[in-house]
């Protein structure tokens, strides 16, 4: 088996007769480099941010990482979900953002709408969530919270758990990925906290 990083931007392992075993689907993004640090993670690098990331994660939860949220609280849902679902079976969304045809990996889009966010005085991005692996999610959502952290935002993150919307996940996967969240995100000083415990929404298909 081979592993390489195409001029694309896709990271891709490859069987002895050229036949793809896995990805990391960041084609699309030519010029990115591969990065192993001492740390023991691994990313793919494009411009100024992180496209994919994997490895070790950085800290482990052990009580809260943040100054807890204080009600009343004004949230919003975020979607980091682009460039990819620009697009509905082929077809182009209807309207086309101000930013433009904009991705969601994009540092310099994060700070523009964490500055938005920030100018109307949100307390909480809910970032939508589709489990491990998802849209990218270890690399995005980290550098949401970085870029956070380094604009001196007050703004909190967490997630949105949709898997409850098109399957009911078993205890054993439920406790599989609250311990992934917590390994991954809840460790961040811009995560939110409520009472010392760390805040996830869930969706409710009632």
């Known amino acids: 088996n081979r592993c390489f990083l195409q001029v694309d931007g896709n990271l891709v ?11 990391t689907n960041t084609h699309g993004y030519p010029g990115s480099i591969l990065i192993i640090d001492d740390g023991g993670q691994v990313a ?22 943040s100054k807890e949220l204080e009600f009343p609280i004004r949230a919003t849902f975020y979607y980091p979900w682009y460039p990819e679902t620009f697009t509905i079976n082929g077809a182009w969304a209807h309207y086309k953002p101000l930013l433009g045809w904009y991705s969601s990996s994009d ?6 709408h964490i500055d938005a966010m920030d100018y109307a005085h949100i307390d ?13 999610d270890r690399a995005r959502l980290n550098m949401l919270m970085d870029e956070t952290l380094a604009m001196g935002s007050a703004l909190k993150w967490t997630v949105y758990y949709e898997l409850e919307m098109t399957k009911s996940p078993s205890p054993k996967t439920i406790e599989k990925h609250l311990k992934y969240l917590r390994a991954w995100f809840a460790q961040h000083p811009t995560w939110a906290y409520k009472d010392n415990k760390p805040i996830i929404f869930v969706y409710n298909d009632a």
């Open 13 to 23: 392992l490859r069987d002895d007769l050229k036949k793809t075993l896995w990805s």
């Open 44 to 65: 793919i690098k494009y411009s100024s941010g992180r496209l994919w990331l994997a490895g070790i994660p950085r800290g482990f939860h052990n009580h809260s990482s």
């Open 107 to 112: 540092p310099k889009v994060a700070r523009t």
């Open 124 to 136: 909480l991005s809910i970032a939508s969530w589709w489990g491990p692996d998802s849209h990218l």
